[in-house]
T-cell receptor, first 114, second 113 residues
Framework: DTAVSQTPKYLVTQMGNDKSIKCEQN?????MYWYKQDSKKFLKIMFS???????INETVPNRFSPKSPDKAHLNLHINSLELGDSAVYFC?????????????FGEGSWLTVV | GQQVMQIPQYQHVQEGEDFTTYCNSS?????IQWYKQRPGGHPVFLIQ?????EVKKQKRLTFQFGEAKKNSSLHITATQTTDVGTYFC?????????????FGKGTLLTVNP
């Protein structure tokens, strides 16, 4: 069974469109994350939720809006997509959110904006 | 803010050669973690080091945490083609958030068979 699953895996869309990426974890973890990995492989945290509460909101454009309906799900909605949004978006989870705990990553969602 | 720097950015070796990647933090870390990302894959946790001067081994991989807890290294002995990938170190944020890891930019290892 996949521990952290996200959909879709691949997404090609035009500039200006709105798209969503869904994520679910079955590990029973309290904390979930969205990371962005650009073409240079740099992994940068975007958001973190702990028990459905937003606890980390990095300098991310307002066009990005996370939503956590429950602690097992964290979705990412992106409005008015831009070329620079092209990247791999990784959902992840960890237990209790303590930085010393292992982060489990999903397989990634490859977003290409054309 | 906290910075975690990794060198080298790229390393190409012949199969059987050794490989080392280094990680340096601008601040003292409570712990450091290492992840491996295969090409086209996702980061996968390898290990966590907590104690000053700690050394841990996983088969051909040796991980070290510096005495000052500001640097770390990953050494692979006798590389194999299965070692190909990007190795990331990550340390917890020192700015008060316990929920944030700062990742280094990674070292991409390629192995020539």
């Amino acid at each position: 069974d996949t521990a952290v699953s996200q959909t879709p895996k691949y997404l090609v869309t035009q500039m200006g469109n709105d798209k969503s990426i869904k994520c679910e974890q079955n590990l029973g973890h309290d904390t979930m994350y969205w990371y962005k990995q650009d073409s240079k492989k740099f992994l940068k945290i975007m958001f973190s939720y702990n028990n459905k509460e937003l606890i980390i909101n990095e300098t991310v454009p307002n066009r990005f809006s996370p939503k956590s309906p429950d602690k097992a799900h964290l979705n990412l909605h992106i409005n008015s997509l831009e070329l620079g949004d092209s990247a791999v978006y990784f959902c992840a989870s960890s237990q209790e959110g303590y930085s010393g705990n292992t982060i489990y990553f999903g397989e990634g969602s490859w977003l290409t904006v054309v | 803010g906290q910075q975690v720097m990794q060198i080298p950015q790229y390393q190409h070796v012949q199969e059987g050669e050794d490989f080392t990647t280094y990680c340096n933090s601008s601040t003292t870390l409570s712990n450091i973690q290492w992840y491996k990302q295969r090409p086209g894959g996702h980061p996968v946790f390898l290990i966590q080091l907590v104690k000053s001067g700690e050394v841990k081994k996983q088969k051909r991989l040796t991980f070290q945490f510096g005495e000052a807890k500001k640097n770390s290294s990953l050494h692979i002995t006798a590389t194999q083609t299965t070692d190909v990938g990007t190795y990331f170190c990550a340390g917890p944020n020192s700015g008060g958030s316990n929920y944030k890891l700062t990742f280094g930019k990674g070292t991409l290892l390629t192995v020539n068979p």
